[in-house]
């Protein structure tokens, strides 16, 4: 089985400064990882995925996530944050074998200050 | 082109009354999920069709729910004897194939009172 726990329910930054979203996993095989953003009203967007190719991960927005197989986690972060980018994030884990039963975090809601 | 789109967006019922919901996955996907979003929570996976047929129903809380896919495009998620416990936002992805990217709809919010 796999699981994901995002380890901050809500993260709060000043625009312009860097965002830090933290994911851990446990798998017992290897997974597949993604980070998806949920805007009010609107549909889940795919962020980025990670699939086993380069273990640094570069999606849409300017947001990247590194995948560490040693520490178990796949933090996301951006450098510098928009006032856009205030929306709730899910970190998201797959079997390779099962992919397309994706398992969600609970979510973490990033709050954007001017 | 048109995304996933979801029917109706909110939907209150009573306790014990029959709902049904509908997804209408972007053109020419062949693959179609259902998931859950309960508050607070991300969303739990509920059923995953390849064409008309349900590929996995495993992850579908008990008998009263259920879900059809008859011509391997919309699909129709639903719920008899509605329990309070139901009420959720159910949201519906769609995709090119199994492995690929799953586009989510808007969900609908359902309520039950």
């Known amino acids: 089985a796999q699981s994901v726990t995002q380890l901050d329910s809500h993260v709060s930054v000043s625009e312009g400064t860097p965002v830090l979203l933290r994911c851990n996993y446990s798998s017992s095989y290897s997974p597949s990882l993604f980070w998806y953003v949920q805007h009010p009203n609107k549909g889940l967007q795919l962020l980025l995925k990670?699939?086993?190719?380069?273990?640094l991960v570069k999606g849409i927005n300017g947001f990247e996530a590194e995948f560490k197989k040693s520490e178990t986690s796949f933090h996301l972060t951006k450098p510098s944050a928009h006032m856009s980018d205030a929306a709730e994030y899910f970190c998201?884990?797959?079997?390779?074998?099962?992919?397309?039963?994706?398992?969600f975090g609970a979510g973490t809601t990033v709050t954007v200050r001017a | 082109g048109a995304g996933v789109s979801q029917t109706p967006s909110n939907k209150v019922t009573e306790k014990g009354k029959y709902v049904e919901l509908r997804c209408d996955p972007i053109?020419?996907?062949?693959?179609l999920y259902w998931y859950r979003q309960s508050l607070g929570q991300g969303p739990e996976f509920l059923i995953y069709?390849?064409?008309?047929?349900?590929?996995?129903d495993s992850g579908l809380p008990n008998d009263r729910f259920f879900a059809v896919r008859p011509e391997g495009s919309v699909s129709t998620l639903k719920i008899q004897r509605t329990e309070r416990g139901d009420s959720a936002v159910y949201l519906c992805?769609?995709?090119?194939?199994?492995?690929?990217?799953?586009?989510f709809g808007p969900g609908t919010r359902l309520l039950v009172l």
């Open positions: 992805a769609s995709s090119d194939g199994q492995r690929e990217t799953q586009y």
């Open positions: 998201v884990v797959s079997l390779r074998s099962n992919d397309y039963k994706l398992s």
């Open positions: 990670y699939t086993s190719a380069a273990t």
């Open positions: 053109s020419g996907h062949t693959a």
């Open positions: 069709f390849q064409g008309t047929g349900a590929a996995d």
